[in-house]
């Protein structure tokens, strides 16, 4: 199976910008779906974005449509969330996931990574 790696979290001003990646071992990354979920003190797991094999189709949550974009280079075995004009309300540990659908109802979780939005 997959093992995920996150890596660019950090400290940012409200309205800075960041770019988290997900690095995946083994030759099979290209045949999962990827995605960023994050989860805030106090609240549960949420999901962010997804995208598909291929990076031909995206998904976002409302909350951070127009902010966020996910992409992915599969020759890197790699995805990319950058996330711009970051509010306060983004601070949380952002973790990847990977599955074999979209649907993400078993997904392989990374360990996380930690995002913080001073106001």
């Known amino acids: 199976q997959v093992q995920l790696v996150e890596s660019g979290g950090g400290l940012v001003q409200d309205g800075g910008s960041l770019n988290l990646s997900c690095a995946g071992s083994?030759?099979?990354?290209?045949?999962?779906?990827m995605g960023w979920f994050r989860q805030a003190p106090g609240k549960e797991r949420e999901f962010v974005a997804t995208?598909?094999?291929?990076?031909?189709?995206?998904r976002y949550a409302d909350s951070v449509k127009g902010r966020f974009t996910i992409s992915r280079d599969n020759a890197k075995n790699t995805v990319y969330l950058q996330m711009n004009h970051l509010k306060p309300e983004d601070t949380a540990v952002y973790y990847c996931?990977?599955?074999?659908?979209?649907?993400?109802?078993?997904?392989?979780w990374g360990q996380g990574t930690q995002v913080t939005v001073s106001s």
């Open positions: 995208i598909n094999r291929n990076g031909g189709t995206t």
């Open positions: 083994g030759r099979t990354f290209s045949t999962y779906a």
């Open positions: 996931a990977a599955d074999w659908s979209t649907s993400f109802t078993t997904p392989r």
